[in-house]
């Protein structure tokens, strides 16, 4: 397929090359775009609409997307940024230095230049950074007739004409029309009459996690964001609340193995980034669970007593973890979709512990049983079985008040995630292993 791309660009016959690209959807002619060579790269988009390289480069990644506009003519530069929705002009312009940047700028016509310079200014991974300026404005007092007028003219240029943003003198937001509200009014019917006033809007500063849930929960396409002042500054649309996602949620599974996050692609990473972004947790970690030996050594004469006890301490502290680990990655995704909250904390403490109690006692029964199979005695099995129960309980307790307390302290609960829950388990179920065998065996 790539082979057939690269050539049609040698053939250069306008004719085939419209043939073959006709065949695809835009982004898979951006996945072929970043399999050709340099130049093949810049041929490629020159010889496209410019709406359709605009929508291609819209795939692509900042550094692929500078090097084509810069190397390419300026007057195909300007179409290209021009045409480009607004917030990914915004990434790409944030991704790039501020020199690069400001040649780009100067592509732009004087009012969407000062749009995009205000967009710049918001806080990354925020509503404002997020949101696109193209969408479609419109006045309380036109009819609908005039509305569709207006779309007819600039509605090409909009990310979406789902919605239609009411806006008064000042720029505040008034009303939301929706295109169906639109098409089933009066010809002669006025905005304010048939336009929604009590509609969902987020703030510019507001985190892009807390717009995607607010999405979610509402069933909406585009969410409109707005100032302090309820000033319109742009649209959120789905597909880019999407990307969002995607994203919270890759951030959140990496740091639940114990590393952090990858800015980019996995392979766009070399070996010495990797390094880098798990060494430090590893050496947290490291020196986290170093305590674990501190208590072995302390417990080093019970052990020396009943040799047995040390069968079962890769068994228990392993359960403890496992548990931990389910409870916090349950919690984790259930504070990222707003479920629980950290005034919820007495509630899921109750309902974690309740539920660590009843898998304890499963837990201990097959302990029990593990140990008698062992041929370890009754008393050892006790020992181990008691243990199990208490160590659930308390890995389920821990596990379930962590990610909201931090939480509430706005560190990331993923942090918390299943190698740093284990790692605080282990040394503590072993505290709570020994302090059971002194008791129950009288050592």
Aim: some cysteine.
């Amino acid at each position: 397929m790539i082979q057939d791309l690269k050539d049609r660009l040698a053939e250069q016959k306008q004719g085939a090359l419209k043939e073959f690209l006709a065949r695809f959807q835009p982004y898979d002619l951006a996945e072929m775009l970043m399999e050709l060579e340099e130049s093949e790269q810049i041929q490629f988009i020159a010889n496209l609409p410019v709406a359709l390289g605009a929508e291609i480069l819209e795939y692509a990644d900042p550094e692929l997307q500078y090097r084509i506009l810069d190397r390419g003519s300026k007057e195909t530069a300007a179409s290209m940024l021009n045409e480009m929705s607004s917030d990914k002009v915004v990434d790409l312009l944030l991704a790039i230095h501020p020199h690069q940047a400001g040649t780009l700028l100067e592509f732009l016509p004087v009012d969407y230049r000062e749009k995009i310079s205000a967009l710049m200014q918001y806080p990354p991974e925020s509503a404002g950074s997020l949101a696109t300026v193209d969408y479609i404005a419109v006045r309380n007092y036109w009819t609908v007739e005039h509305t569709f007028q207006h779309v007819r003219k600039v509605g090409q240029d909009a990310e979406m004409v789902s919605y239609f943003y009411v806006l008064d003198n000042n720029g505040k937001l008034v009303g939301i029309v929706s295109l169906k509200q639109a098409i089933l009014a009066k010809a002669d019917a006025k905005l304010e009459e048939i336009m929604l006033k009590d509609f969902v809007s987020v703030t510019a500063r507001m985190n892009q996690r807390e717009v995607a849930t607010i999405l979610s929960n509402y069933d909406l396409v585009a969410l409109p964001v707005v100032s302090e002042e309820q000033r319109m500054i742009g649209i959120i649309t789905v597909d880019d609340l999407i990307d969002v996602i995607h994203e919270e949620a890759t951030e959140d599974f990496q740091k639940m193995g114990g590393s952090q996050p990858l800015e980019v692609p996995y392979f766009k990473n070399s070996f010495w980034k990797l390094f880098r972004k798990r060494i430090a947790w590893l050496l947290v970690l490291f020196v986290a669970e170093a305590y674990t030996g501190n208590v072995l050594r302390y417990f080093e004469d019970t052990l020396s007593e009943v040799i047995a006890l040390a069968f079962f301490v890769p068994l228990l502290i392993g359960t403890g973890g496992n548990t931990g680990t389910q409870t916090v990655t349950t919690l984790v995704r259930a504070l990222a979709l707003g479920e629980v909250k950290p005034k919820d904390i007495f509630r899921v403490a109750r309902k974690e512990v309740a539920t660590g109690f009843v898998l304890g006692i499963c837990m201990g029964a097959a302990t029990f049983l593990r140990a008698q199979f062992l041929g370890v005695g009754f008393d050892i099995g006790s020992v181990v079985a008691v243990t199990a129960i208490f160590i659930v309980i308390w890995a389920s307790l821990i596990a379930a008040v962590l990610p909201l307390v931090l939480h509430k302290l706005r560190v990331d609960p993923a942090v918390v995630s299943g190698p740093f829950i284990t790692t605080l388990v282990d040394g503590t179920g072993l505290i709570i292993y020994f302090t059971m065998a002194k008791m129950i065996l009288n050592l």
